[in-house]
């Protein structure tokens, strides 16, 4: 406490006491209260020393309000209605689905040339046709694929006849064909139609064909005519022919053609006409040639080429508009988004496919993009995060033999229609209702920091978010805390200084309140292992959750960055993986595993002293199960997934996979009390109890939290097991999705309730149960009003300096560290103090603050130096 930051003119700085600290804030800035300054003090400072300086100042307040700049936003994530399956009256398989804006309706188009008309409404077939062409026999007719040229009314239609047929759909019962495209050199196998908006005269038809080669179609008078007529028809119903040949050597003036061979001789699987770059893109399996732009030189008809090279090349490519970015289908399992402008390297990777990629598709309105895989995965991505926002697997149709499914999307209708053969799959999303999600990811844990009077949750995308718990707003977030790895669980130290994470990569990491990682406790060993809990002791650090035995970590140990774990002196005692723990000072230790039996040790010197197990759990998982009884069902319901110890003659409390809640002495070392707290087959649920012990909270995997009085409830044990249930005080439904931690805490005079879930929300409830909001909800001052636990003497006024300002202030170099120190702490009374309980702003403008007499200032620090 005696050092301080003593400046001198050459730049020199040393440390500054709490004491002296606060004193030269208040006296500087000359508003505030002591309380707030010393507050800030303890947020800044959090390593034993008790000292503050320019640098850690300087970056714990740019990290705030870089922090504060990215509030927190509302993430939609879809919602799809039940999956319906729509049967086509042929049997073969499904080519295309188009969308008619005009009539409102869907064109479906079958591998033998079968048509279909569907209501956009209830997806009803309306009419069926087949389509004619006298080149081939019927039985020999297959359609590659079709592409709406909806500004001349017309369907362009490929066969392998190597031809392209265009068929009038005004009259959608005959789909009578106008012309056909004959001559080509090889089958043409994809098409791509695109219409300059400004301009529907100007069209571009592109072919990708079997040989390797893209040929362009440039329309100049398309709504008048697409080909020049050269003879008069003899027959009213027969079609023009157009020749390939003819339309290369420039015999139509309102038609001519661009072509390349890059992807010869692989097959060219996608082609896509690129209007805002005035390029056309094309794709194929082949490592060297897998994406290839043709760009189109200006008034001139030939093409320069970039190709990309990939692993093992790309089954499709989508270009976003907006963003200027394409995305491909890869062979290699992986979606890649590319840069039109460079051919080195993809901007990213985005990997969580664990098969071929087949289609992408994206969300034109959003910066979305849906990926399908072979092994019937549906992805959908964030664009800007890079990170896989909603997998859907599942629900689509187990088809036998090799089928190659196409995504169609129709953003207006909300409709993804697949096609699995001759089945077409229809998935309809719910109109977004603005639901706030805490999280971008599912929520894993949650913890109340009594210090901070903070919210702390984890995510499964390995992001840990700090929250306001008097208005839900969200005050800091750490990226990336374990790489790609997900946060399974964390603890805080005693002091509340100190955030422990897990990681799905074996790995326990300590983190302070300023996002600097201090140590790494390696507790897989190097292997990727899913850790359950972390719990902390006086002298040690148990982490538990993967194998039979405990892994331990002496305090003496953290001397340097990397611990290593140290060995348990209980040896091996669990039959099963140890997945919880519970520890009652001074030294009572218990611990719960998967196989059922809870063993409860002297933590001093790591002894086991009994075991606890219901006698008759086994007859009673037999009389359940009957006859398809096994022994891996059984285990399941006896896991035990949580243990909490209580103050009281029945002191320990677990759960696990049935649904059961079990209350054991362990001083007379047997099971006093048990009741289902939720009924089905729910899987296991979660608990937790309040600090005064007089309630019990316990939620499933539908999202349903329930609170009993557990007050009285065996508080005398007799001689037999209590099967009684304890009264519900009440039953309430705050998440959508499987609840993941319970956490209840004592904040103020209220006792609340914290509640994570995979729906990606982190809800906050009184008890007995009313929820009061979500953390990161739109309307903050709901939470507020509701919650009444805001400071009364604390008013917020109007900053007076912007955020830029601030930072810009905070930033630029003075003379010397003692005026930025003080220019700083004039930033810090109109910085809003987001990591703490209260808020403190000035009301002053820039002019006000700058007419402090600094002179005064000066002598005010010389005093405090001498």
Known sequence: MGTRMEVDFSGASRSLSRIQFIDLAWSSVGHGSEEEYGFLFDSVVLSQQQCIDWGGLCSFL???????????????????????????????????????????????????????????????????????????????????????????????????????????????????????????????WCLDYWVDPCNPDQAVLTIGDIGGRVSAL??????????????????????DIILWDDLAKGKHRSCYTVTHQAHAPGWVRKVRYLGSLEAFVSCSIAP???????????????????????KDGVWDVDFHIGLGLLATAGVDHHVLLWNPYVTSEPVCALGGHTSPVIAVCFLQTKQQL?????????????????????????????????????????????????????????????????????????????????????????????????????????????????????????ALDVTQT?????????????????????????????RAVRLSQVLLLKRSILVMGWERKLTVFRLHSFWQS????????????????????AFQPPQTLVTGSYHGEIIVWNSSTEKALRKLRPHDEGEDCKKQQGATFNDSSCKHIQTVVSVIIIRRAADLVSCGGSGTVRLWSTQHARLVGQFTAHEGD????????????????????????????????????????????????????PHLDHVTHLEMCLHGDKLLLLSASSDCSLALSYLPGET???????????????????????????????????????????????????????????????????????????????????????????MHES
């Not at 719910?430 to 009594?450: A, F």
């Not at 955030?499 to 996002?515: P, R, Y």
């Not at 348990?568 to 723990?581: E, R, S, T, Y």
């Open 62 to 188: 740019l990290m705030e309000l870089s922090n504060k700049l990215k509030n927190s936003k509302t993430v939609s994530a879809p919602c799809w209605k039940p999956p319906r399956t729509l049967t086509c009256p042929h049997r073969d398989p499904v080519q295309k689905v188009l969308y008619l804006q005009s009539s409102g309706q869907y064109l479906t188009v079958s591998k033998g040339g079968n048509v279909g008309l569907r209501d956009a409404e209830d997806m009803s077939l309306l009419h069926t046709h087949r389509l004619q062409n006298s080149t081939v026999a019927p039985k020999d007719l297959w359609v590659t694929d079709v592409v709406l040229m909806q500004n001349v009314d017309k369907i362009a239609v490929a066969f392998t006849s190597k031809e392209v047929c265009f068929y009038d759909f005004v009259c959608k019962k005959t789909f009578s064909c106008k012309c056909k495209l004959q001559g080509l050199n090889f089958t043409p």
């Open 370 to 490: 849906l990926s399908y895989s072979k092994d019937k995965v549906l992805c959908l991505w964030d664009v800007s995060s890079q990170l896989c926002t909603h997998r859907l697997a599942g629900v689509f149709p187990n088809i036998q033999g090799d089928t190659h499914p196409f995504l169609f999307l129709n953003e207006e209708r909300q409709h993804l229609v697949l096609s699995f053969n001759s089945l077409l799959l229809l998935l309809e999303s719910k109109r977004e209702e603005k639901k706030t999600s805490s999280h971008e990811h599912p929520v894993t844990c949650v913890l109340y920091n009594s210090r901070f009077r903070q919210v702390v949750s984890s995510d499964s995308a390995s992001s840990v978010i700090f929250w306001l718990t008097d208005t839900g707003q969200k005050v800091k977030q750490f990226h990336r805390c374990h790489g790609d790895a997900e946060i399974s669980t964390m």
């Open 218 to 239: 440039y329309f100049t008078s398309a709504q008048i005519f697409l080909f020049e007529r050269f003879s008069l028809r003899t027959d009213s119903d027969s079609a």
């Open 562 to 581: 990397t611990v290593e774990p140290c060995e348990w002196k209980g040896g091996l005692q669990h039959c099963g993986a140890v997945l919880c723990a």
């Open 772 to 862: 009061v909001g979500f953390f990161g909800q739109v309307n903050k001052c709901t939470q507020v009003q509701r919650l009444g636990l805001r400071n009364t003497t604390c008013k917020c006024v109007i900053k007076s300096w912007s955020d830029e300002d601030i930072v810009r202030r905070v930033c630029v170099k003075r003379d010397s560290c003692e005026v930025s120190l003080r220019r700083c702490l004039l930033s810090v009374a109109s910085f809003e103090f987001a990591s703490g309980p209260y808020t403190h702003s000035v009301a002053h403008t820039f002019t006000q603050i700058h007419s402090y007499d600094f002179i005064r200032i000066q002598r005010t620090a010389q």
């Open 682 to 733: 729910l899987g296991s649920i979660v608990i937790a109890v309040s600090p005064c012990g007089e309630y019990l909270t316990t939620a499933d995997r539908e999202g349903t939290v329930k609170i009993w009085d557990v007050k009285y409830y065996c508080l005398t044990p007799g001689e037999g097991v209590n099967k009684e249930l304890p009264k519900l005080l009440s039953s309430f439904h």
């Open 498 to 526: 100190r955030l422990f994470t897990a990681g799905a990569d074996g790995e326990v990491k300590v983190w302070d309140f300023n996002g600097r990682c201090l140590h790494r406790m390696n507790a897989g060993l190097g």
């Open 288 to 310: 060297q040639s897998s994406i290839v732009i043709g760009w189109r030189e200006k008034e001139s008809t030939s093409l320069r080429i970039t190709s990309y090279s990939t």
